[in-house]
């Protein structure tokens, strides 16, 4: 059965880092694009970065210099390395991998989300 599983929240001040990993099992993880989004309570599921499964990289505008995402298809992880978080940025992170076929048929799995909390 294909899952991801998330690591690497917890407990930050302001201004401090993590790296959030997202593990692929029981799939071709590296054909996969790669997403991470996060939801803070009462908020919509917002994208904050991307990876292509040629490790092309995309941010959201709000996280563009601070946010570095990255892959090792050895170990079928994806990276999220945070830096200068910010208060708002409190939220679950959930990894999320993308699979376009040339059909139009299309693979999305879902982590279970992991939760970071960045406090003032």
């Known amino acids: 059965q294909v899952q991801l599983v998330e690591s690497g929240g917890g407990v930050v001040q302001a201004g401090g880092s993590l790296r959030l990993s997202c593990t692929g099992f029981q799939m071709h993880f590296d054909i996969y694009d790669i997403r991470w989004y996060r939801q803070a309570p009462g908020n919509e599921r917002d994208l904050v970065a991307s990876i292509t499964a040629d490790s092309v990289p995309t941010y959201a505008d709000s996280v563009k210099g601070r946010f570095t995402i990255s892959r090792d298809n050895a170990k079928n992880t994806v990276y999220l390395q945070m830096s200068s978080l910010k208060f708002e940025e409190t939220a679950v992170y959930y990894c999320?991998?993308?699979?376009?076929?040339?059909?139009?048929?299309?693979?999305?799995?879902w982590g279970q989300g992991t939760q970071v909390t960045v406090s003032s």
């Open positions: 999320n991998a993308h699979y376009l076929m040339a059909s139009g048929t299309t693979y999305d799995y």
